[in-house]
């Protein structure tokens, strides 16, 4: 490439890392502040405040008719929020969903979604107009109560903040995801609203406390019932953060024969019912819940969801607390209260400190109405004035105005007028030149005097703004009362909850099952007991039977591995045998190195005998065996070069152990120490590493010693000289003992 010798003096230099954090930074604030968190004066974010800023020029009032929400998702995105279409109308739906937001800011028509989780229609499909919630936010908008700016382009303006006394942060909260911060508000009830500023405008230094007995916590649009108690909602309140617990609203149904079926007819806030529904059924069909038969979703426009129990013994009280503890009919709302306060800047704040700057700003906002309506006032009394005094002096005036050439000059000098005033009088028509219009206007003039001094007197006394901010609230209390079907409280308050324990094993109904492992892993059970002598099995190609046992329905299955681990199945969930079943590591977390010693129906009376590589083990019962979750639990201490072998039920006072060194050592039972987990102690010596313990069993005197191999079962009659002490080596394995070294079966 040529060089041309031009040097660009335009080149700023300046370190990366200070470009990308100024440019970050100025990122996170630009989305903090303009996008994602709600002001805490109008609870609104940029967007919303900017859609209903355009419904109201589009007047768009709840008396007009609806009009196409692409011509509001036009005007919106031409005039005031540069950004993409489906931004601005995604906040345009949410605005009219009843199940969204406690009181609708949009009246809708046409598909918005719904409670399923089905999406909107497109805007060219939908139609919209406002509601009255809006216009109460807006109330005062055209009466200078707040600052307007320029839009983007500077080619109009949009207001700063919203004016109107309706609570919208509280009434229909607010959720954003912003860089490094977020917000989630729940909605609350207006009426309850109400009642707390009225309290902190009397005082406040109102204590959390006492503004939380005026407001009872949230007032969610899907209803439910929150079961935290008093404390916990206020210390939440207090910090600004904290969640709420919320469950479905239930109530039982009777059916002939008397069988019952719960209902449901409210769910929590945010979840969607579909999903819901889908949840259960994948929990039943996994046979996670054994006090569940069915779940039918009868929904209309109404929520009605019938859970069926398994059989007319199960309670129903039971049935619902197992389903609030492994599904969405309970879930937790996070509270964050982290909202832009009236100095702009994002901050978590406590109920009180929202309240306060909400009051703050209605203050405000009746000053500067007040004092716009003084200037109206005033105007309009210096024009009464002027036309006062064309009554006084009538004749004169006509006669000012038909024989002079500059009769507004005159007019002004004669009778010490206003420029303001001549033009009044100049454009007054003939025909309101009667003794009735004259009435007329000394009324007016007389009433406007009387208000005018009203006002100032408001302006003068901080009492009688807090009086007229009572009475705005009183008024939209009286509007959303709790009687009315908008204002009822739909989510109600059970502070005496009692959490009921389930055993849901106790309600698994008993049937007989045939359980088969194969040695890759796979489980599988078949209903019935089945010969375990003659199987029929088809396995994976290179796979086999491990073992297979017969157990119940309300057994536990478990599974001692190689690292000294139980795991334990609950055979009711147990996959089909009509396949191949599934892998057991995909039911327990067995890592891939760890081999399956045995699996066997825990019996929590019996006691297990554990026995590692090179012959220590110990007892365990078998209540010390049952685990509790998927990763097992750990009961016999292993090292790498000596796993876990052998489990062996405890059923005999002598114990008798071969190993690979060719010798039996037969003991007492009772040398065997019983631990809960451990490593336990020498039961058998070997001298080389290379030998360890290939079997264990244990018998009773009386019956004698015996063992069992392809030509049958062998008794050796006199079993006295293999008796020797614990941690012994034993003696040689008499004549015709297995070469394998297992005493069978």
């Known amino acids: 490439m040529k060089n041309t010798g031009v040097i660009n003096e335009n080149i700023d230099k300046q370190q990366l890392a200070d470009a990308l954090s100024e440019r970050y930074l100025s990122y996170a604030v630009s989305t903090i502040v303009s996008r994602a968190l709600p002001d805490v004066r109008d609870g609104l974010k940029p967007v919303h405040r900017r859609i209903l800023y355009a419904m109201l020029r589009k007047k768009l009032t709840p008396n007009a008719a609806f009009r196409k929400c692409a011509a509001v998702v036009g005007d919106v995105l031409g005039q005031y929020h540069p950004h993409g279409d489906s931004s601005v109308y995604d906040a345009m739906v949410r605005l009219a969903q009843d199940f969204s937001v406690r009181y609708p800011l949009i009246d809708g028509q046409g598909n918005f979604g719904n409670i399923d989780g089905d999406p909107q229609a497109a805007y060219r499909y939908t139609e919209s107009k406002m509601t009255e919630a809006s216009m109460l936010i807006m109330e ?167 859970i069926i129990p398994k059989s007319r013994n199960v309670p129903i009280d039971k049935m619902m607390a197992h389903l609030f503890a492994m599904t969405d009919l309970e879930s937790r709302f996070n509270m964050n209260f982290n909202v832009i306060d009236s100095l702009g800047s994002p901050r978590v704040m406590k109920i009180g400190e929202v309240l306060n700057e909400f009051i703050a700003h209605q203050k405000v906002v009746l000053r500067r109405r007040t004092e716009w309506r003084l200037g109206n006032i005033e105007r309009r009394l210096e024009v009464l004035g002027g036309l006062l005094v064309v009554y006084l002096n009538l004749d004169r005036v006509i006669e000012i105005i038909r024989n002079e050439d500059e009769a507004k000059s005159l007019l002004m000098e004669e009778f010490k007028l206003t420029d303001v005033q001549v033009e009044a009088i100049l454009n007054t028509r003939l025909r309101s030149l009667r003794k009735l219009e004259e009435m007329e206007i000394r009324r007016e003039d007389k009433e406007l005097h009387a208000e005018q001094k009203k006002l100032k007197s408001l302006l003068a006394d901080d009492n009688a703004q807090n009086d007229q901010l009572k009475a705005w609230f009183a008024d939209i209390k009286k509007t959303y009362d709790k009687k009315t079907t908008l204002g009822r409280r739909r989510t109600i308050w059970d502070q005496q909850t009692e959490e009921i324990v389930v055993n849901a094993e106790e309600f698994i109904e008993k049937e007989p099952m045939t359980i088969i492992l194969s040695t890759m892993g796979w489980i599988r059970a078949a ?135 060719d010798k039996i050592l037969v003991f007492n039972t009772s040398d065997i120490p019983e631990m809960a987990r451990g490593k336990g102690v020498i039961l058998q010596k070997y001298n080389a590493e290379r030998t360890y313990i290939l079997d264990a069993m244990f018998f009773n005197s009386d019956d004698g010693f015996s063992w069992t191999n392809g030509r049958g079962t062998t008794k050796l009659d006199d079993w006295q000289p293999w008796v020797g002490k614990r941690a012994t080596q034993g003696r040689t394995i008499p004549v015709g003992f297995p070469r394998n070294g297992k005493f069978g079966k």
Request: hydrophobic share 40%.
């Open 140 to 306: 005062g908008l055209d009466e200078n109560s707040v600052d307007m700016m320029p839009n983007f382009d500077g080619t109009t303006v949009e207001p700063v903040v919203m004016p109107g006394a309706f609570p919208n942060l509280l009434a229909n909260g607010g959720m954003g995801i912003a860089v490094g911060m977020a917000t989630n508000i729940p909605t609350h009830n207006v009426s309850e609203v109400c009642d707390a500023l009225a309290l902190v405008i009397d005082k406040p230094d109102a204590t959390t406390v006492q503004i939380m007995k005026k407001m009872v916590g949230p007032d969610f649009p899907t209803g439910g019932t929150l079961i935290d108690d008093f404390d916990t909602i206020v210390k939440n309140y207090e910090t600004g953060r904290g969640a709420f617990r919320i469950r479905a609203k239930w109530e039982i149904e009777k059916l002939d024969r008397g069988l019952e079926q719960a209902v449901i007819t409210e769910i929590p806030y945010g979840v969607v019912k579909s999903r819901l529904v889908e949840q259960i059924a994948n929990l039943i069909d996994a046979k996670k819940l054994p006090l569940v038969d069915d779940i039918i979703d009868e929904s209309t426009t109404d929520v009605r969801m019938v």
């Open 527 to 661: 209903k019935g007991h089945l010969d375990l002598d003659s199987l029929d099995l088809k396995f994976k190609e290179g796979d086999e039977l491990f073992t297979a046992l017969h157990a119940q329905s309300t057994d536990k299955i478990n599974l001692f591995v190689s690292s000294g681990k139980m795991f334990s199945l609950a055979a009711n969930e147990l996959p089909s045998a009509r396949g191949f079943g599934e892998s057991i590591r995909m039911m327990a977390d067995i890592d891939a190195d760890e081999s399956i010693v045995r699996a066997f129906v825990l019996d929590s009376k019996m006691k297990y005998l554990l026995v590692a590589k090179h012959g220590t083990g110990f007892i365990v019962s078998g209540e010390n065996c049952l685990a509790q979750t998927k990763n097992g639990k750990q009961v016999m201490n292993i090292d790498k070069k000596t796993p876990a072998v052998l489990c062996v039920d405890v059923t005999g006072e002598f114990i008798a152990l071969s190993g690979s060194n």
